[in-house]
């Protein structure tokens, strides 16, 4: 069985296509800040691809393939994943949990700035206490606003936060954060992780915060924040 996973970008095709196919454009929405990222970008988008002549089809690796549909309100981004086989398959719903998160940071990045380079905190751990992510933050998310509704949020760990909901699923939030840049906002990711046999025995949390335009001040200070909120409450590798 196949998983669709799509979202509407406000941005013409070719724009789209363009985040696709340039590492430099694909660094500002694919994954996070590390060592390897270069190299991860290489080896998923220009390793083992084939593209479609009208540039509205990208074939990956193990079967997934990207479409594009444009639509009179922007392009339809669509990531068909494939039929994961083998030793990849128990690894498959971590996968799709990637992907929400990365095509999330694919229109954020060129809906919100196309121009200006990101810059990523990324944490994340398991508690053999069973934490729940929510629960430790401190967020209700029943309550939560509909995507696109601004809310206000004071989490357990006395940061108060500001933005727009910029989309929800059953283990992730993504919120947008005005502090989190220096003009306009920057996107929150907060993801809850289920055991996996063979990857991780206890429930798991991973949080990307991409910024834009921070002085080095804040950056670290949103950085020591989020390390610290990791270390109290999911704290096993």
């Known amino acids: 069985m196949t998983t669709q996973l799509s979202v509407l970008i406000n941005a013409d095709a070719e724009q789209v296509w363009l985040m696709l196919r340039e590492p430099a454009k694909l660094a500002q929405w694919h994954g996070w800040d590390m060592d390897g990222l270069d190299a991860e970008i290489q080896q998923v988008y220009h390793a ?13 690796e193990m079967g997934d393939f990207f479409t594009l549909q444009p639509r009179p309100d922007g392009t339809l981004l669509t990531l068909t994943r494939g039929v994961a086989t083998g030793e990849w398959a128990k690894y498959n719903e971590d996968i799709t949990s990637g992907w929400t998160m990365f095509i999330q940071q694919l229109k954020f990045a060129l809906e919100r700035h196309p121009k200006t380079a990101r810059r990523t905190i990324y944490v994340d751990g398991t508690s053999s206490a069973h934490t729940n992510l929510w629960d430790a933050l401190g967020i209700d998310t029943g309550w939560l606003p509909d995507p696109g509704e601004p809310y206000e949020l004071t989490l357990n760990t006395g940061a108060s936060l500001s933005g727009k909901v910029w989309y929800r699923s059953e283990s992730q939030v993504g919120l947008t954060v005005a502090n989190y840049a220096q003009h306009g906002d920057g996107l929150l990711i907060l993801a809850q992780q289920k055991p996996l046999e063979g990857l991780r025995e206890h429930p798991g949390a991973q949080i990307i915060a991409s910024t834009y335009g921070l002085g ?22």
């Open 48 to 60: 083992n691809v084939s593209e479609s002549a009208d540039h509205l089809r990208l074939n990956l």
């Open 216 to 237: 080095a001040a804040a950056f670290d200070a949103i950085g020591t924040q989020w390390d610290a909120f990791m270390e109290t409450h999911f704290p096993d590798e």
